[in-house]
């Protein structure tokens, strides 16, 4: 997966295209990311999100026609842990509102889906993914600190709020994983750290579309970080 602030239409395309690869062949994950996927473009007086069970590397190009104006993008590539739960409204990323915020999220990695369903008081979550009950969980509650606790394997993710009142956008990330499961399971760290980079505007993005684009400048682990923010209309 990954994020992007900034005004540069062909760096969004050079992202999508280290997308591909990493999805199709992910140098450190045994499998591909062959579950679907999807993104979210946010400009001034835009907002598209656009969803596919297809596997990002089965699409030949970045499917907008994007210009260079500021904007934030969110596109994500899912590995499924539960092949019954996927279709395109199971891809990344999701959509949660309220009455302040507009919420979509993108996430890499596990989560305790019956312990976070449980404090949501959601009673039957068969047909929903760890990572929808993540979003609710962080709209319920704020406190980021205490999600990790729920961690398995990584809690990766990338937010983007848009505030309803003030129309003001504004485009997170944080990485943070469980070293002892991932040992534990045999699992290669080398997969959950996340790599930052500031080229025509500002990216972030998941170890593997860092080995693709050649960028390894890690970000700091585990703390919610601002990537941008911006007016919209």
Known sequence: ?????????????????????AAKEDIYYPKPH??????????RDKLIHYRDINPIYYTDAF????????????VHARQA????????????PYLETDDKYVYYLAHNGSVDKEE???ELKIYNAKYLVDSE???????????????????????????????????????????????????????NEKYYP????????KAVFSST??????????VEKGKLIELGRMKIR
Not at 63 to 74: R, S
Not at 134 to 151: A, Q, R
Request: with cysteine.
């Open 194 to 201: 996340m790599y930052y980079s500031d080229i025509d505007g």
């Open 133 to 187: 009950l993540l979003l609710k969980y962080i709209i319920f509650n704020e406190y980021y600190e205490k999600i990790k606790k729920y961690t398995k394997s990584s809690l990766n993710i990338i937010l983007l709020k848009i505030q309803r009142d003030t129309k003001e956008a504004s485009l997170y990330f944080m990485n943070y994983y469980n070293s002892e499961y991932i040992k534990l399971k045999n699992m």
């Open 209 to 218: 579309v860092g080995f693709y684009c050649g960028e390894n400048r890690e």
């Open 81 to 92: 842990s539960d092949k019954d739960l996927v279709s395109s409204f199971y891809s990344h």
């Open 34 to 43: 062959e579950d679907g996927w999807g993104l979210v473009l946010l400009t």
């Open 1 to 21: 997966m990954f994020a992007y602030y900034g005004n540069s239409k062909d760096r969004v395309k050079e992202l999508f295209e280290c997308l591909k690869k």
């Open 116 to 118: 976070i369903a449980k």
């Open 63 to 74: 499917p907008l026609n994007l210009k260079d104006e500021e904007m934030m993008v969110i």
